[in-house]
């Protein structure tokens, strides 16, 4: 028998993975997903993400500041920021770090809309993973006689709702991010 919650749960993971990859796309507008994920080398070569070094701030629409919770490691950070190679010059300012957001040309949009669409065919796959283990899953309880060919058929029908469900999640959610990508 098919266990919706658990597909649902399954698939509800790839939604979650593509909202996090997609957030480092550049829109135009500064968003601390553009930096969360950035790796730096602290504490004689431990490597952490931003986000678990300090806190994340968007003063405006083209500016984002890091304030590390360990004055020690403000310079680490820095070089961390400039070596990720983000399109962004980190200042430091005192006890913050300062990025300014360059403004995107047409062409750089263009470039993000279609890493968008690659990201976006990525999780498409992996929902299809998911509907493809579920499948035969399905196929093998119908072989042993485990299910009926009516609930198989049920099931089957079932699945493709459930898939098509979250299929159009993620359109919608690529949809919103390009339009924030193409500024409208």
Do not use: C
Not at 31 to 50: A, F, H
Not at 79 to 97: F, K, R, S, T, Y
Not at 130 to 138: H, K, S, W, Y
Request: aromatic letters at 4%; zero cysteines.
């Amino acid at each position: 028998m098919l266990d919706g919650q658990a597909i649902r749960a399954h698939m509800a993971k790839v939604l979650d993975i593509f909202a996090v990859d997609i957030a480092s796309i550049r829109t135009g507008r500064a968003s601390s997903g553009l930096i969360e994920n950035v790796i730096v080398q602290v504490y004689e070569g431990k490597k952490m993400r931003l986000l678990e070094l300090g806190s994340i701030g968007v003063p405006d629409a083209r500016t984002l500041t890091f304030t590390p919770w360990d004055q020690s490691i403000i310079k680490e950070v820095k070089n961390g920021i400039a070596v990720a190679n983000l399109g962004m010059n980190p200042e430091v300012d005192g006890q913050i770090i300062r990025m300014s957001l360059p403004v995107l040309t047409v062409e750089q949009r263009e470039e993000y809309v279609k890493l968008l669409g690659r990201k976006l065919e990525g999780a498409r796959g992996l929902l299809r993973n998911v509907r493809t283990e579920e499948r035969r899953a399905l196929q093998e309880a119908k072989q042993k006689k485990e299910v009926s060919e009516n609930e198989f058929a049920m099931d089957e029908k079932n699945l493709q709702m459930i898939t098509d469900e979250f299929m159009e999640k993620l359109s919608e959610m690529a949809e919103k991010k390009e339009k924030e990508v193409r500024g409208e």
